[in-house]
Structures are given as structure tokens and as C-alpha cells.
């Protein structure tokens, strides 16, 4: 076997231009190249070569370095930047005199005019990374290798067999196996190993938000996207010729994406949804959209919906779905079954209220905390049986009169975590720590198959407290010669109550019934003590308790408790 390998960094000189010293970019190419020999005695089914190559683009946006080329705005930055340093408020401050009343108006509208100022320049930084990643596989070549992969003994054009860009990870040139037969350098016999081509498209996206002191936000967005294709080279001995046989692509698509609109709305006693509802009805919104665009679609259906567009069509539920769950408008959401901006999701802290006068006495630290995250999911396969027009839109239908799609999805996936919803870490003073959180979330999985909708609800209470005792004397014996161990006792304790509920909701059948769910309730309770640098003893006390929520199921009760010494025999 023979591999190969070959990487190229590239720090782009963006930043040394006065202009754009703000952004910082760089760039890198890796090629990959491999030839794997053929079982010994079945050489005539030929080697397998294959090669990929990875491309991706980095680039770091500081917004600071950007505001601070207006002289003003550099003024402000300087100014809140002080303020924010122990003692910069009034380290320098001079001692108050006299008030002057049309100077001090006069000051209150600078400060004023500040802030406003100071709240424009509120994005800090911000990132941005693409990569590219391709490869191919075929199976069946004949020829061997010696240097760089490739064998000085084949011609193959201007180059060598299997020539310069191939052993460097190109892609460029989708039909190099045919090349390769026409110069007789792949297998007449009759191999199985189909041909492979994978290309992966991964975007992630990065802004920090700055509107107040103390107050961060971080927004981000990814999008990927994979289209992976497979077919059979192989040589038909009636034709005298290689053919390409049974031809599929396939991929993966996931994005972030926003459903915050509908994760407040409540459940009905009888598990109905007013969002599912509004699935339901938005299938007639989209068919009748659909329609506008398709001139292939002709008439409507005693049902409402259109000719090709029913109300189990692929795009129709698919559509229909997201824009109800997403609490858009189905007359404007977008009918593109792979969307090229992601949603942003975000994170949110602040912990800027134990420097109020009131709290600082007797709090460190208060931080405040929200999270939120969002993803969309699905895969595909391309359906051979698609016909398109001129224009790429369907014309043939299947057997229930719905059209063919080019790329059949069978499921979708939609995940939400707000994690936490809420979240409040306090340290006082007094070395006691306290934490409170409440989080929510969901996941959907509509299924196009067999049109059924499976949805998982949680949520959960975590209260959390501890408390660290400094240098804790303990002996553990009565004698006065017993040696006194002197070391932090470190106290923690835990609850935590979570709700799961699962109900799937069938759409043709319009049933909707609770399959599983359930009550958690864990409470945990430990103390650390370290005995020496080796030696750590642990005592504990764990329980789980599960309340069913259907009545098919029992409650259970479990409790892990002991004591347990950690030794260290290295550092």
C-alpha cells in the first residue's frame, strides 16, 4: 500500500493593511492520495485508489480595532474600558465643588450621548470558519505506484498515470474513471466495489454583543450539507464497453434553526396542540404554493389541495410542518428543501449585579444565565424514478398521485434546548454557594413515510447548594499520638426534578395518544475531604425516584450510597 499527504497554511496579509487591520483571515489546503494493493492471487480485479482534499477559511472580525478609527468613538471605548477596572471609576476622580447648574446639564447630555454611543459599537467581535471536504474512490485500477504515488511507466496525457492533480486530492476532473479505461488502466473483470464521491460543506458562524457592561451575548449559526454519490464501473463484455450502473446520491443536511415561538405553547388535557393543528391546516397554504410554481400541476382536488401537491406530499407536509413549529407565516416561508442561511442560536450572561452597593455586601459573584439552541436534521436519497421538466420541476407522480421529488427525505428531525431557560450562580461571601436553573426542551421527528409526527417534551428543576469549611481538623482516633489531618471539607447538594413526556400524533388517522413519560427525581448529596496529596475520601448518598405518567408502568426507587477513597500513585 502507498499514502500520501500534502498541507498548505496560508496566513492571509489582510490585517497588515490599515484599512483592514481589523480582520485577521487565514486559509489551508490539505491533499490526500492512497493506492491499496489488490489481493495477493486476485490481481485482475485491480488496486484501489483513492484520494480527498480538505479547504477551509478562517477569518476573525475585532469590531473594537474598527470603532476605535473614529477618534470619538476610540474616547468612549477608553473611557468605559477604565470604568470597568478595579478603582477606574474614581481613582482619579477629583473631589466634588460647587455645582455649576448649565455645566452639569451640559455633562449629563455628553454621558448621555456616550451611552448611546457605547450601545451602537455593542458587536465586539466576530468569527466565521467554511470548510470543504471531497474525496473519491475507485476501485478496479490496474496500474501500481512508485514515486508520489504515481507509475513513470504509463503515460497518462501530460502527466503519469494517475496524473499530478488526482495524487494532490483534486476533484476537479468527475470522470477520471473513464479516462482511466479509455487508457486502459482499469479491470475488464467484474467487481462489486462501486465508485465513491463524497463532498462535505461545513459553515459556523460566531458573533459576540456587548450592550451594557457585565451583559454578553454570543450568537452563533452553522450550516452542513453533504451530497455523496455511488455507481458501478464496470465493463459489459456484449457492448465492448464500461458502463455506469445503478447511480445514487445521498447526503446529510442539519442547520440551526429557531422554534422559540412555539415551545410556550401549552398542551391541551387531552394531549392536543393548537401547533399541530396549525401543521394540519398550513398543508393547504403550501400545496396551493407549490402549485403556483409547478405549471405542472393542473387541477385541485375534491380535498382542497392541488393536482401532484395532496396532503401527504413530501414537501407539502414538510413545509407545512416547519412553518408551523418555526410560528411562521406559511404564506412566506421558504419552500427550499435546503435552506442556505443557517438561524442564529445564542447565549446570554450577566453578572454585573454583585457590583450594586446593595448585593455586595454579601455576595462574590451573581450570574445570571440563558441558553438557547435549535437544530434541523434530515437525510436524503436521490429517487431514480424523478423525471423533471426543463426547469427542474417534477412531472411524474407515484402511486398516490403525489409528485416525485428529486431528493426523497423520509424523516426530519427538530431539536430545542433552552439550556438553561434560566440559570442563577451566586457565591456569597460567606463561602456558601447556591445555584438555581430551569430548563426546557423538545424533539420532533416527523416521519414522511408513514406521516406520523413523535414528539419528546421535558422539562427540569435543578437546585444546587454547597458550602466549603476551610481547614477542618479530623483524627481518626481517640489517642493523643493519632495524627491530625488538617484540609477543606468540601459539602455539595443537589435536586433535580425533570418531566418527560412522549406522544406521537398520527396525521392521516388524526389520532394522538401519550406513549411514555415520566417523572425523575434525583437527589444527591456528597462531602470531600483530601487527606493528603495522594488521598482523597468521598462520602455520598444518591437516589433516583421515577413516577410514571402512564399507567401501564410502575415507580421505582433507587439508592447509591457509601464511601469512596480515591488513592493517586502519580502526579
Do not use: C
Request: charged share 20%; proline share 5%; net charge positive.
Amino acid at each position: 500500500d502507498y499514502n500520501q499527504s500534502v498541507r498548505l497554511d496560508w496566513t492571509i496579509p489582510i490585517s497588515k493593511f490599515p484599512l483592514t487591520d481589523w480582520i485577521t483571515a487565514s486559509a489551508s489546503y490539505g491533499g490526500n492520495y492512497a493506492w491499496d494493493r489488490a489481493a495477493f492471487g486476485t490481481d485482475t480485479m485491480g488496486n484501489t485508489i483513492q484520494n480527498s482534499n480538505q479547504k477551509q477559511l478562517n477569518a476573525q472580525f475585532n469590531m473594537v480595532t474598527l470603532y476605535n478609527k473614529i477618534p470619538y468613538f476610540k474616547k468612549v471605548n477608553q473611557k468605559f474600558t477604565s470604568k470597568n477596572k478595579p478603582g477606574g471609576k474614581d481613582a482619579t476622580a477629583p473631589k466634588p465643588g460647587p455645582k455649576d447648574s448649565s455645566k452639569t446639564k451640559k455633562d449629563d447630555q455628553y454621558e448621555i450621548l456616550e451611552y448611546i454611543v457605547r450601545t451602537l459599537m455593542l458587536v465586539k467581535n466576530g468569527s466565521v470558519s467554511i470548510a470543504n471536504n471531497m474525496g473519491s474512490v475507485i476501485p478496479g485500477y490496474l496500474d501500481s505506484t512508485r514515486v508520489m504515488g504515481m507509475d513513470y511507466g504509463t503515460p497518462f496525457g501530460n502527466t503519469y498515470a494517475p496524473g499530478f492533480p488526482f495524487v494532490f486530492g483534486s476533484q476537479k476532473d468527475r470522470n477520471i474513471h473513464q479516462t482511466l479505461a479509455a487508457n486502459g488502466l482499469m479491470t475488464r473483470a467484474n467487481i462489486n466495489n462501486p465508485n465513491l464521491r463524497t463532498n462535505t460543506l461545513n459553515i459556523n458562524g460566531r458573533v459576540n454583543i456587548e450592550p451594557l457592561t457585565d451583559f454578553k451575548i454570543e450568537v452563533t449559526g452553522n450550516r452542513n450539507f453533504s451530497r455523496n454519490s455511488s455507481l458501478l464501473f464496470v465493463y459489459s463484455p456484449t457492448f465492448d464497453e464500461f458502463q455506469e450502473l445503478n447511480f445514487s446520491e445521498y447526503g446529510n443536511f442539519s442547520m440551526s434553526f429557531l422554534a422559540y415561538k412555539t415551545a410556550f405553547v401549552k398542551m391541551n388535557k387531552d394531549y392536543s396542540s393548537e401547533t399541530f393543528e396549525n401543521f394540519l391546516n398550513y398543508r393547504a397554504t403550501i400545496s396551493t404554493r407549490l402549485h403556483q410554481e409547478n405549471p405542472n400541476s393542473t387541477g385541485q382536488l375534491p380535498t382542497g389541495f392541488w393536482q401532484g401537491y395532496g396532503s401527504t406530499s413530501q414537501e407539502v407536509m414538510m413545509f407545512a410542518f416547519l412553518a408551523a413549529y418555526s410560528g411562521s407565516n406559511p404564506d412566506n416561508y421558504s419552500l427550499t428543501t435546503f435552506p442556505k442561511l443557517p438561524r442564529p442560536n445564542w447565549r446570554i450572561t450577566y453578572d454585573g449585579l454583585s457590583k450594586l452597593k446593595p448585593l455586595k455586601k454579601y455576595f462574590r459573584t451573581i450570574t445570571l444565565s440563558h441558553a438557547y439552541r435549535s437544530s434541523l436534521s434530515y437525510s436524503y436519497t436521490t429517487n431514480l424514478n424523478f423525471v423533471g421538466d426543463g426547469d427542474g420541476k417534477p412531472t411524474a407522480t407515484d402511486a398516490t398521485g403525489n409528485f416525485i421529488v428529486r431528493d426523497q427525505i423520509t424523516s426530519l428531525s427538530l431539536s430545542e434546548q433552552f439550556s438553561p431557560l434560566l440559570k442563577i450562580d451566586v457565591t456569597m461571601n460567606n463561602k456558601i454557594t447556591a445555584n438555581i436553573e430551569v430548563k426546557k426542551d423538545r424533539n420532533m421527528s416527523l416521519s414522511l413515510s408513514n406521516n406520523q409526527l413523535t414528539e419528546i417534551n421535558g422539562k427540569e428543576l435543578v437546585i444546587g447548594a454547597g458550602y466549603r469549611i476551610p481547614e477542618l481538623e479530623l483524627r481518626f482516633s481517640k489517642k493523643k499520638s493519632a495524627k491530625k489531618f488538617k484540609s477543606d471539607l468540601v459539602l455539595k447538594a443537589d435536586l433535580s426534578i425533570r418531566n418527560n413526556l412522549t406522544v406521537i400524533r398520527k396525521v392521516v388517522e388524526d389520532v394522538t395518544q401519550p406513549t411514555t413519560g415520566q417523572t425523575v427525581i434525583s437527589i444527591k448529596f456528597s462531602a470531600d475531604y483530601v487527606l493528603s496529596d495522594k488521598l482523597n475520601v468521598r462520602l455520598f448518598y444518591d437516589q433516583l425516584l421515577t413516577r410514571p405518567a402512564i399507567s401501564t408502568s410502575y415507580n421505582s426507587s433507587n439508592i447509591n450510597s457509601g464511601v469512596s477513597i480515591r488513592f493517586t500513585l502519580s502526579q
